[in-house]
Each structure stands twice: as structure tokens, then as C-alpha cells.
Nanobody, 120 residues
């Protein structure tokens, strides 16, 4: 069984920073892409950033220059460093990973989400 667990969310003032973590656990053979999405109330889930197993990254225009995605393949963990936060960044942030696991093949997995609230 594979699980993704996010952490690091919270309340921060505008202009502040937070770092989110996403740890994958279970019978993992390999992880290809990992990504962060966010969803605000009444809005569709939005792709924020992706990172490949080789470290290639893609960042949404709305957060480019402020957010950075990284990963530690030895720990099966991805990070989202968020700086210069704005109130409009307030959302539930979800981790997603494409994982090859023992006995289950390749699948897309989601974390439970972590709330980020930016006050003005």
C-alpha cells in the first residue's frame, strides 16, 4: 500500500514563506513525477508545480518566481518552497505522485491535502 502525507501548511502573513513536504511511503519501487496542486473553495483544482525523477521542473505562471519545487529521491519526498505569499495563494495544497509499487503496478496517488492560509 502506498501513502502520500503532506505537511507544512498553516497561517502566514502576506509576504511570508512556507515550505510544504510530501512524503511517500509503502512498497515503492520507483516514483516518476511528483506534483503539487491547489484548490480554493469554489474553484477547480489547479496544477502548481511538477518535478520529474530527473529533477526537471515546471511551475505555473501564477507562482513563477515565488514558488520552487524540489525532491529528495532517497527519502521519496517532494517539497514546495513558497515565498512572497499572497492572499490569493490561500488554498488546500495537494501532493500527487506517479508511483510504481510492488504488486500494484503504476498508479497516481494523492495526499490528503494541507491548508495554506495567507492573511493580508
Amino acid at each position: 500500500q502506498v501513502q502520500l502525507v503532506e505537511s507544512g501548511g498553516g497561517l502566514v502573513q502576506a509576504g511570508g514563506s512556507l515550505r510544504l513536504s510530501c512524503a511517500a511511503s509503502g512498497t515503492i519501487l520507483s516514483i516518476s513525477s511528483m506534483a503539487w496542486y491547489r484548490q480554493a473553495p469554489g474553484k477547480q483544482r489547479e496544477l502548481v508545480a511538477t518535478i520529474t525523477s530527473g529533477g526537471g521542473t515546471s511551475i505555473a505562471d501564477s507562482v513563477k518566481g515565488r514558488f520552487t519545487i524540489s525532491r529528495d529521491n532517497t527519502q521519496n519526498t517532494a517539497y514546495l518552497q513558497m515565498s512572497s505569499l499572497k492572499p490569493e495563494d490561500s488554498s488546500v495544497y495537494y501532493c500527487n505522485a506517479r508511483i510504481l509499487s510492488l504488486g500494484r503496478g503504476i498508479g497516481d496517488y494523492w495526499g490528503q491535502g494541507t491548508q495554506v492560509t495567507v492573511s493580508s
